[in-house]
């Protein structure tokens, strides 16, 4: 090898960075909106299938009064407890109402608790994990305090706890969103305080500061944009979570009530009363809180790969 041919193949790698920095720059956002995720698709085929479950879902939550064959709520005593036929393609409950329509309809009240509380209790641990990165001192003492006494408890614990205080009812549904929205608090609180501890120390929020920012320009302008990723990562993780609280909350008598349809619910009326004389009744909320929770944790691990560059495969 002659003494040139490094100085080429540098001159190389640095014209193909040079053109690869111009073609990013160039491209327009929703260029790198869809090169994102046709990559996702291509090389996360497991998230690609999350996506799908969740996407389903979501069909079915959107076009329940079209998709569902029958009334939900509608009571039908010469099908009491039908077993699965063309007539009812899951079977009939105790009531004569159809399986498959309560399991659509269960979709709605699944990903409105789910969608609500993840969102809320997301949120709220961002604000409070950017607060006591860059305030420090007490502040910062307190915020992890409070955070300590939450973590100690385990999710459905402390979700029992809210929604026993709180109170259940037909229409306290906000009550079982506050309930499983309270300890994902802690746990979002905690891994955006660790992301924006490094950001706090960088020179440009030094520099933001010396010009004259005030403190809630700097937390919320320039520092919560750079952990939106773990925020995202967390708040697909959380859904999964939250719509098995709720289906566990309702299990329990503390969430919706009839004739709401709700996966736990019907695990806990007819799921268990009928067990051995109506399986189907339990095995098709089951299937269906499976899949769900199954779906946003394959598409919440696939999507923390993409967004971390330190978890990236090739």
Known sequence: MTRAEPRVASERATSAEEIAKRRYLESTGRRRFVHFWADFIRRRPLGTAGAVLIIVMLLAAAFADVIAPYDPTAINFPDLLKPPSPQHLLGADNFGRDVLSRVIFGSRTALLVGFTASLVGCTLGLVLGVAGAYLGGRTDQIIQRLMDVLLSFP???????????????????????????????????????????????????????????????????????????????????????AILLEASLSFLGLGVFEPTASWGLMLRGAGMQFLQQAPWLAIAPGVAISMAVFGFNLFGDSLRDALDPRLRTG
């Open 155 to 241: 999710l459905i614990v402390i979700a029992i706890a809210v929604v026993a205080a709180l109170g259940a009812g037909e229409d306290k549904i906000i009550n079982v969103i506050a309930a499983i929205t309270v300890p994902i608090v802690p746990r979002v609180a905690r891994v955006v305080r660790s992301s924006a501890l490094s950001i706090v120390q960088m020179p440009y929020i030094e520099a933001t500061r010396s010009v004259g920012a005030g403190a809630i320009r700097i937390m919320f302008r320039h520092i919560a944009p750079n952990v939106f990723a773990p925020y995202l990562i967390m708040l697909t993780a959380f859904l999964g979570q």
